[in-house]
């Protein structure tokens, strides 16, 4: 069985909940939380539902003898929800593209960097080209496709390979 979930009634209008019950409430017996107010909250969700498109609408509530039932539904985000929504990513992919230049050009400058070993030292220019040339404006919903290159190492230690026992 599941978690049971409660909703508050008062003046035959749900007022809390759907919810877990608190501990001071949650050795009480069904019987005992009507009494409190406290209705079992039976609630219907749908099958699937898929944030980047899709927004929940308030819950629907079927006040019964013993029970309220907790409708949720959804529907499509509207043309300006997405164009907004893909806006303010746009917004974070083009500072973490900033960043990411930011950190190659401060590492690439520092004695940290001239002492690497060349393999490492020539990766770097073309992380910073791939990042460079990376295309994160005016994409609209393909935004959410960027995808920038791995970070090439920083040092020339290498993480030690994880120790497989037999068992």
């Not at 079992?40 to 899709?54: G, S």
């Not at 929940?56 to 079927?62: A, G, M, N, T, Y």
């Not at 900033?98 to 950190?103: C, D, E, P, V």
């Not at 990042?131 to 970070?151: R, S």
Request: proline content about 8%; overall charge negative.
């Amino acid at each position: 069985m599941g978690i049971k979930l409660y909703c508050f009634v008062e003046n035959g209008a749900v007022t809390s909940g759907p919810s877990i019950l608190g501990p001071n409430l949650s050795g009480k017996s069904d019987f005992e939380l009507f009494d409190l107010g406290w209705y079992y909250a039976e609630c219907i969700r749908p099958d699937a539902f898929v944030d980047r498109y899709e927004v929940f609408l308030p819950i629907q509530f079927d006040i019964q003898p013993r029970k309220v039932v907790c409708t949720y539904t959804k529907r499509d985000k509207t043309q300006a929800e997405l164009d907004a929504q893909n806006a303010e990513k746009e917004t974070e992919v083009e500072q973490d593209k900033a960043n990411r230049l930011l950190f190659a050009a401060t590492f690439m400058a520092s004695a940290e960097y001239t002492a690497l070993p060349v393999a490492i030292k020539d990766q770097w220019p073309p992380y910073v080209q791939t990042v460079t040339d990376t295309v994160t404006q005016g994409l609209g919903d393909a935004i959410w496709d960027v995808n920038f290159p791995v970070v090439p190492p920083t040092s020339a230690v290498q993480s030690p390979a994880p120790m497989v026992f037999d068992v």
